[in-house]
Structure formats: structure tokens, C-alpha cells
């Protein structure tokens, strides 16, 4: 056998050179978090943020479902499903408003309701993710926002533990700086509030063209991310404030509009890999009156078009989507699920079907599968697989 005329000295010299990339590129890009990601995340102005506010919306989403839920034509498994969510978890993930939705109220109605809202959240609870949207850091708007989540912990805290799951929200950012100033503000409320380190993080709503581009011609979205400094959990496209701030007409305004995948794709490509989560935004076209059916059917048809991209979060801004959030959901888990199980078995025990799948595919086929698990539209019995599995997979363990 022959052997190789390269030195120890060059393998070396390369392992030298590469080491501070290595490094950089294995602290930038650690893949894919483990857990659970929402589905969705519910809004709601902190002026009506009441103690039975998730049961009550869980109630008008079961009583919507029963009166028009049979002119979805769902299958029967994907029905029992959604009836079993409106009833167990009707909110995977909720938001309490203090800014587009809650408006300027005044500074002590506003630091009356922060308080308000954390202790009711103390005593509640009621929902796997949680947290606050507060008023973003531009000048005009920097300081009241900081009050009020501090003034929002102050309540939480006094009763009780940070809940799991807890999250924040960073709106309409214009400037990357505005996101490092974010991300060091949780550090000195961790501190004063004794909380452990990295325990408050937050999403940022990528939702004004600078948070896309920034004034030098670089990729704003991609320094926004790592300016969080490893606190920042997801990107959620705002439809309507980003829309609009491109001149874009009201009437043309959708999730599905050009503008909106640029934007979205743009997301996408800075998020890859480096743990940080995508939601999609919202429709307007609200399922009420006369419009549930036309609603209902465009939600469907805009969840499953978001799914399809890799958007598995979107959203929800009235009890009446909650069908049909779920409902295109689990249409769309449990539609791919056989195809996905029967290709990752066929990579795992090393079976010719036809279709040769990368590590990087099982991954995706793995990651797919408990999704599904993860949203109530799976059950681990028929998967052939055990969760501990899939994680290996999704993980690129095995």
C-alpha cells in the first residue's frame, strides 16, 4: 500500500491556521436547539390580559369549531385531534401586549397593568410559552418599555419562579445596536432580580426594512442574531408594520406578498444553524361574522404555505384561527409522517429504496417527525421510532 508524502508539520499548520475559525464557526452555528417550539404565539393586549383569558379563548375556538368546524372537511383523526387541543392546550404560546396592541395609556395606567399582568401571570399560568411584548428601544419609545418589563418581573417574581418558558419580545428594531443594548439590559435584570445567567431571552420581530438591510448595504437580520449574544430564540416576521414601512398598499399587504419572502428568506438564510428559531406573522382577515369560512380558509391555506417554506410558527391574534391553526398543522404533520418514518428506517438500517438520503436529510426527516410529536399532531407508537431516537437523529448523533 502506498503512503502519503505530506508531513505531520502541514496537517498541523492546518489545524493552526483554521483554529480560530473553527472556533468561531462552532460558536455561531450550533445547530438546532432541542425542545419544543410553539406552533404559534397568541397576542393579546395587556388591557385584557385576565386570569381566565386562555380558557375563555379556548372556549370560543370550541364553540366556533362545533357550530362551522364541519365545513373544514377534515379527516376524522385530524377533528379528534383539534377537539383534544382546544380542550387540554388551546395556547402553546401567549403574549401579553404593551405595544401595538395596548397603545399609550399613560405612564401609571401602563405600570399599573405591568404589575397587574405579571402577578395575574404568577398565580395562572395556563400555557407551555410565555412572556411580554414590550415598546421597542427607539428614543421616542426606549424608556417605557424598559419600565415596563421591569415593573412586569417586579409582579411575576414576587409570587413566584420565572415560569418555563418565559419570553420577551423586541419590536420594530431600526438599528443593530438596539439588539446588544436589549441583550445587556436581561443581563442586569437577571442580576437584580437574582435570576441565573442567560435565564431571560428574546425574540426579535424582524418588522422595518432596517432590521433587514442595513445603512452600510450588510445584512442587518445576520448582526442582529449575533449581537443578542445568545439570547436572541427566534425571528418573527411582522406582515403589516414591515409592509407598510416598504409603501406597500393595505390592500396588498399579506404573509404571501413578494416583499414578505424576501424578507422571510433573508430570515432564514442569517438563522440557519445558529439555534435561533422562525415564526411567520399574522393575516388580518379575521374568522367572524360572515367571513368564518373565507377566514378559515385562507388561514389554512397560509399555515400550510409557511410549513411548506419551513416556517413552523406563525401568529394568531383571535380565538376563531385557533381551528384552524391546528387543523392545518396537524393536516400537514400527519399527512408527511409515513413518507418521513419510512425514509429515516430505510437510512438507519441501510436499505436500497430508491432514494439515497444525506445525514443532513435524516436529520431533516427526524426533526420533521417530532415536530409532530412535539404539537400533538404524532404519537410516538406509530412512528417506529422512540423519541431518545429521533433526538440522536435530529442531532446528527448517530
Known sequence: ?????????????????????????AATYPGEPSGRQPVHTVYVPASQYKARFVADWGKQAQRIFGEQGDSLDLSPEVSQRVWQKLFTEPIEDLRIDFEDGYGNQGDEAEDAAALAAGRTLAITGGTPFVGIRFKSFEAATRRRGIRTLDLFLAGLLESGPLPEGFVVTLPKVTAVEQVA?????????????ELPEGALRFEVQIETAQSILDTDGTVAVARIVQAAAGRCTGLHYG????????????????????????????????????????????????????????????????????????????????????????????????????????????????????????PATAQALASFLLRGLDCGALDEPELGFDRAALDRYARRLV
Open 1 to 25: 500500500m502506498g503512503t502519503g508524502r505530506l508531513t505531520d508539520e502541514t496537517y498541523a499548520a492546518a489545524d493552526a491556521r483554521l483554529a480560530e475559525a473553527d472556533a468561531r464557526v
Open 181 to 193: 443594548v436589549a441583550a445587556d439590559l436581561l443581563g442586569e435584570l437577571e442580576t437584580a432580580y
Open 239 to 358: 406582515t403589516y408594520d414591515y409592509s407598510a414601512g416598504l409603501g406597500i398598499g393595505a390592500q396588498y399587504q399579506s404573509m404571501e406578498h413578494p416583499a414578505a419572502d424576501f424578507a422571510k428568506q433573508l430570515m432564514q438564510v442569517a438563522a440557519a444553524g445558529t439555534g435561533v428559531r422562525l415564526s411567520d406573522g399574522s393575516t388580518n382577515k379575521l374568522p367572524v361574522g360572515d367571513n368564518v369560512l373565507s377566514a378559515w380558509r385562507e388561514h389554512l391555506r397560509l399555515i400550510r404555505r409557511s410549513l411548506e417554506r419551513g416556517f413552523y410558527q406563525g401568529w394568531d391574534l383571535h380565538p376563531h384561527q385557533l381551528p384552524t391553526r391546528f387543523a392545518a398543522t396537524y393536516t400537514f404533520f400527519r399527512e408527511g409522517f409515513s413518507s418521513a418514518a419510512s425514509r429515516l428506517r430505510d437510512y438507519a438500517d441501510k436499505t436500497d429504496r430508491g432514494v439515497l438520503d444525506e
